[in-house]
């Protein structure tokens, strides 16, 4: 059987008529014409290789692979009605699950600490396992089931992955209190004579948005914009962290709220 050709509601239809055994009622029942419903019962006897329903004296006949269907479809349509049933009648207060989510270290802070503490207070019963953000394993983690989701920055290489917007997020330039260029009114040009501490999700790069940004910059007719890279983490706390005495600057994310 091509189960690519499986309608849910093909099969609903099939309870029905198995059930009233009369295309007629069924109709009224599933609240639709008698032209659909026979139409629906042409398709799921094509899909079934067999007649399913024939016609008697009062009404319709099952078929014997219609008779051995029955109960197995009413046992799976009531595990679908089931399944949704509990979506519906969710109540965190009382919720008993666990939730893998990935993200960066700053993510980590910004957001998921504050989760925790609101889950705390609204759904004690919900577990949060935070996993360090892998975007070379993400799309993989995400299909195994081992992380149930990612905050973090749409990657445009990746646009089947179901995604919702969560928060806009500003960047500041942060470095050393005595640094002579960090100051109100700081050029480009004094922006890229700084060495940059980089922070590079996957680890070992030195280009980020920031340079993509950058080179749609032009100083004058002769040279675009490139800054100078002299250091990348992986994280941004430690890269933070070393900017406090380092005699450049980094980009860090400034979330407001």
């Known amino acids: 059987m091509d189960t690519s050709r499986i309608d849910l509601n093909l099969l609903a239809t099939l309870e029905v008529l198995l059930a009233e055994r009369n295309v007629t009622k069924a109709a009224a029942k599933l609240h639709l014409s008698q032209p659909a ?3 629906q019962l042409a398709r799921l006897r094509d899909l079934f290789d067999d007649p399913l329903l024939l016609p008697a004296q009062r009404g319709m006949t099952p ?3 219609a008779t051995e269907l029955a109960p197995q479809l009413r046992e799976a349509l009531d595990r679908v009605r089931s399944t949704l ?3 519906r009648d969710f ?3 009382t919720a008993q699950l666990a939730v893998s989510i990935a993200c960066s270290d700053y993510v980590q802070a910004a957001v998921v600490m504050p989760l925790v503490l609101a889950l705390r207070r609204i759904a004690p019963g919900v577990r949060v396992a935070v996993w360090h953000l892998s975007p070379a394993l993400m799309e993989q983690q995400l299909a195994n089931g081992d992380i149930d989701l990612v905050i973090a920055t749409p990657d445009p290489a990746m646009p089947h992955l179901r995604a919702c917007h969560l928060y806009e997020e500003t960047y500041v330039l942060i470095g050393r209190q005595s640094h002579p260029d960090l100051k109100p009114g700081l050029t480009i040009e004094n922006y890229l004579r700084l060495e940059h501490i980089i922070v590079s999700r996957r680890g070992g790069n ?3 948005p920031v340079d993509d940004a950058l080179g749609f910059w032009v100083i004058d007719a002769m040279s675009s914009c490139q800054r100078a890279r002299s250091c990348s983490f992986p994280k941004l706390f430690p890269a933070a962290i070393l900017s406090r005495s380092y005699p450049g600057g980094c980009f ?6």
């Open 206 to 208: 030195f280009e980020t």
């Open 252 to 257: 860090v994310p400034n979330r407001k709220g």
């Open 85 to 87: 049933q509990s979506h």
């Open 91 to 93: 109540d965190p207060e």
């Open 63 to 65: 078929t014997a692979k």
């Open 37 to 39: 419903v026979s139409a």
